[in-house]
């Protein structure tokens, strides 16, 4: 899946009229085909990993709830100042309810990194091996 994956990635890339930014991607999110090259590297060396030390996979849900958590509280600074938004451009305005990192005022928190998709997968993911990992104990 992730030869085709990335296939499709390549195909992409090379194909584009824009070859440099489909591969290092956007220049606010840096999601081109080398971010998923090095995602996909990263799941399948950890997948590798834990076949020859199951033992580790305690940790790293322990480490996931973790920072999880870190990731939730640093939305609360944002609810009361819009402008906070972890990105190097954070509080500059574009517009007057637009920050230079293209949030707008009345949208919802972006957490630590990325991007609110992102974030909120990462916390509903969590929240489900979580609980996953209460029932099994």
Same mark, same amino acid.
Request: proline fraction near 4%; glycine fraction near 8%.
């Given at each position: ?9 390549? *195909? ?15 220049? %606010? ?32 849900? %322990? ?8 990731? @939730? ?5 944002? @609810?009361?100042?819009?402008? *906070? ?6 509080? %500059? ?6 920050? @230079? ?5 009345? =949208? =919802? ?14 916390? @509903? ?9 209460? =029932?099994? %104990?």
């Amino acid at each position: 899946m992730w030869e085709i994956f990335l296939g499709v990635g390549l *195909i992409s890339t090379l194909t584009s009229p824009f070859p440099l930014r489909s591969l290092l991607g956007q220049e %606010q999110m840096g999601d081109g085909l080398l971010y998923w090259v090095l995602i996909a590297i990263f799941t399948l060396s950890n997948t590798l990993l834990l076949r020859l030390h199951p033992e580790l996979g305690r940790s790293q849900l %322990q480490g996931l709830v973790i920072g999880s958590v870190i990731l @939730a509280i640093s939305i609360f600074p944002q @609810a009361i100042n819009w402008k *906070i938004d972890y990105t190097v451009t954070s509080g %500059q305005i574009l517009r007057e309810n637009i920050l @230079a990192s293209t949030i707008f005022q009345n =949208q =919802q928190p972006i957490g630590l990194y990325s991007h609110r998709g992102h974030a909120s997968f990462v916390l @509903a993911a969590t929240a489900v091996m979580t609980l996953v990992g209460w =029932q099994w %104990q």
